[in-house]
């Protein structure tokens, strides 16, 4: 579970006055949750994302984390931090070891942390890339390395800032499968920082930024029929989810969880299988 109870942050600016991004703010994502977090930019997401881990902290105001709260400075073990740029969090030469430094840190046992390196790599679909060198992987597979090492680490929570955004098209589906995966097999709670509304829909819930403050938070799939002034009127929406609304309206019952061409078009062909009454 991750809590911001009366969170109050501000940026230093080395002309003119702090910047301040948030103040008094509230949030609480549930143990297990998949929360997509949207909003403008500078609205503040990595922001939240970095009070969460911890990397920053509030001027005031308190993060939870499994309900235990952050000390001022205090970078929480318990969640993990993804960024665009998986170049920027690979330390080693060979995928395993990669894998394994924070491991390393925490001084374990070896066939322990050999045991939990080869089980991360297998959760990510890395396992046969073991002993390659990091650098010579795609954007996605190191993207996957570097959640590995994460994975390995046993946190409770990840926040993933636009994870995807530097990685081509087939690698994308991959990773935004295994978040899928992570929360339905390992209930881990994930914020997933993006500006694709296509990816937020796979998430359970979508919460919303706006001018640092949280201006919707409910179900992805309601946000765009929820208070129109809610989002920004440039907000991206995927043509199969027009298609989608299209075909509701016009009275099709299409399901909650279809999402994509694939899903539309096997639950229309289930559909035309299933004997008319
Ligand atoms: N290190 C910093 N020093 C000063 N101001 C900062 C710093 N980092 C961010 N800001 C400012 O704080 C506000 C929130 O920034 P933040 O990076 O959290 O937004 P964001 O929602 O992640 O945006 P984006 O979608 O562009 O990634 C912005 O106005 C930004 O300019
Ligand atoms: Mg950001």
Known sequence: MIELKGVSF??????GPRRQVFEGLNLLV??????????PNGSGKSTLGKLVKGLLSPSSGEVRIGGRPLNPGEVSPRVGYIFSNPENQIVSSIVEEDVAFGLGNRGMDPALMSARV????????MAEYRTHSPHL??????????????????????????????????????ILDL????HEEKGITLLHITHSFEEALQAQDLIYLKNGRVSFYGPPEEFLTSTPSAGPSNLQ????????????????????????????KSFLLEREKAPRS
Do not use: N, W
């Not at 501000?10 to 002309?15: F, G, P, R």
């Not at 549930?30 to 909003?39: C, I, K, N, T, V």
């Not at 309206?249 to 399901?255: D, F, N, V």
């Open 30 to 39: 549930r143990q297990g949750d998949y929360a997509a977090l949207m909003g």
């Open 237 to 264: 929406i995927p043509p199969i989810y027009q298609i989608i609304q299209g075909l509701r309206e016009r009275g099709h019952p299409i399901p909650p969880g279809v999402h994509s061409y694939a899903e539309l």
């Open 179 to 182: 978040f899928q995966r992570l």
């Open 137 to 174: 992987l795609s954007g996605g597979q190191q993207q996957k390395v570097v959640i590995a090492g994460i994975l390995a680490m046993e946190c409770e929570a990840l926040v993933l800032d636009e994870p995807t955004s530097m990685v081509d098209l087939r690698d994308r589906r991959e």
């Open 118 to 125: 080869e089980e991360s790599l297998r959760m990510v679909g």
């Open 10 to 15: 501000s940026y230093a600016s080395s002309a």
